[in-house]
């Protein structure tokens, strides 16, 4: 049974368009996904595609608007306040910049301490033992305990961050963006530091992020999302190898190191995703996609498997001898 699975996901927002009028943005559109524990999912889109608000939905930060996210056996969906607050336990989640996700008021000692007094039985001595242990783990120590995070560096405050997200032990970390705000220097050593944390402490992550290369550190499989879809699903190894769906293709091109194997069959991207009030008919991805055939324009492609991948493209049986060469 996977640790996470995700049925059909929708999330619709109310857009206002006038004094009287409104609008629907579908900002998830009908996402399955699959969580094996232990294994890292990355997620990739251009800003837009509906990343973020799909971790939001799983987490029920925000509330879907339909669909089904099984945790462990469990609909979270169905769950009433006092059993979703006790699945939480086993997930956290770790934002792109932790001197907005951390408190400015709060000491380290009580940012990381507060999910413990909340879910434990650990008072006094042995809570500042755990919280210290919380710091050892991600490369802090007990002189952090009482400086504020605007009294750290970047790297220091999203350390402190994980450690806040790490201190019930969860199953799940949805990590969003968790280096994109960081110095570049500082996000190879926080790549790092997931890395070892998820082998110490058996972890699975959900790594949500805009830029292909940090996932290719971590991920075992990658799901590529576009307004809303997800339009390329598989291995990360082959994925990189080969990718199927042109938008995968472009996103590798546009990496700052593409793979030279990569770029024969790259994909430049032009234009910005476009707007979720308004998405192109048929195959949302048609105006900027240099397969783009009529029938793109009039039909909407199904996921479907094709070598083991999962991708959403009419033409793909068609294109996928030509990619080979
Ligand atoms: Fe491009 Fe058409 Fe495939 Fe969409 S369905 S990715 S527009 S070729």
């Not at 997620?43 to 799983?58: D, F, N």
């Not at 989640?93 to 507060?114: C, F, H, K, M, T």
């Not at 999302?225 to 091109?253: D, N, Q, S, W």
Request: hydrophobic content about 40%.
């Amino acid at each position: 049974m996977p640790l996470l699975e995700v049925r059909s996901l929708v999330k619709q927002f109310p857009v206002s368009t006038g004094l009287f009028s409104r609008r629907w943005a579908q900002a998830v559109d009908h996402v399955d996904l699959t969580v094996n524990a232990g294994e890292t999912i990355g997620v990739v889109g251009e800003s837009g595609c509906g990343k973020t608000t799909l971790v939001r939905c799983l987490l029920r930060i925000i509330e879907p608007t339909s669909g089904q996210v099984i945790f462990e056996g469990d609909d979270l969906l169905g769950l009433d306040q006092p059993s979703l607050r006790a699945k939480r336990r086993d997930m956290a989640i770790v934002y792109q910049n932790p001197y907005l996700s951390l408190s400015p008021r709060l000491a380290v000692r009580d940012l990381i301490g507060e999910p413990l007094l909340t879910h434990t039985s650990l008072r006094g001595r042995a809570l500042i033992d755990r919280v210290v242990e919380n710091l050892e783990a991600v490369g802090l120590s007990a002189d952090h305990l009482n400086k504020r995070a605007r009294e750290l560096s970047g790297g220091q405050a999203q350390r402190v961050a994980i450690a806040r997200a790490l201190a019930l032990r969860p199953k799940l970390i949805v990590l969003d963006e968790p280096t994109s705000a960081l110095d570049v220097s500082v996000q190879a050593q926080v790549l790092n530091l997931l890395v070892k944390l998820r082998a110490e402490f058996g972890l699975t992550y959900l790594f949500i992020s805009h830029n292909l290369d940090v996932v290719q550190h971590l991920a075992d499989r990658i799901a590529v999302m576009y307004l809303g879809r997800i339009v390329e699903f598989g291995e990360a190894e082959k994925l990189f190898r080969r990718a199927h769906h042109p938008y995968t293709m472009a996103l590798l091109a546009s990496t700052p190191e593409p793979d030279p194997d990569i770029k024969e069959s790259s994909v430049a991207l032009e234009g910005s995703v476009p707007s979720l009030l308004a998405p192109p008919s048929g195959c949302h991805f048609h105006p900027r996609c240099p397969w783009a055939q009529d029938r793109c324009r009039a039909e909407s492609p199904a996921l479907r498997v094709e070598e083991g991948r999962l991708a959403r493209c009419h033409f793909l049986v068609e294109r996928l001898p030509a990619l080979k060469n």
